[in-house]
């Protein structure tokens, strides 16, 4: 089992940047595949990124490709996730997963584990 904790959320202006954060416990972080999503009010839950065990694989939703970087260091037991040019449009609860799996999805049903969110707003 593992446990996580997001952090560096916070309120930025609109052009710019903030690293997320996730910190997992347990020995085994690098067998987990690792995601973000988010959640604006009174919208579903959002893919935003993934990346593999290895870090070589890394998905991107279309609304944040080219601005956001998800990364990885294992020696850590931490997830990254590099915000750029943020647009109010990102504001929302951000929220880390993790599975135990070789391969990266996009689908928050693949995840067995969640962290508690951090918020990130955006003000125009």
């Known amino acids: 089992q593992v446990q996580l904790v997001e952090s560096g959320g916070g309120l930025v202006q609109a052009g710019g940047s903030l690293r997320l954060s996730c910190a997992a416990s347990g020995r085994t972080f690098s067998s987990y595949a690792m995601g973000w999503f988010r959640r604006a009010p009174g919208k579903e839950r959002q893919f935003v990124s993934a990346?593999?065990?290895?870090?070589?694989?890394?998905y991107y939703a279309d609304s944040v490709k080219g601005r956001f970087t998800i990364s990885r260091d294992n020696a850590r037991n931490t997830v990254y996730l590099q915000m750029n040019s943020l647009k109010p449009e990102d504001t929302a609860v951000y929220y880390c997963?993790?599975?135990?799996?070789?391969?990266?999805?996009?689908?928050?049903?693949?995840?067995?584990?969640w962290g508690q969110g951090t918020q990130v707003t955006v003000s125009s």
């Open positions: 997963a993790a599975v135990t799996s070789q391969s990266i999805t996009r689908e928050p049903k693949g995840y067995n584990y």
């Open positions: 990346i593999s065990i290895s870090g070589a694989g890394r």
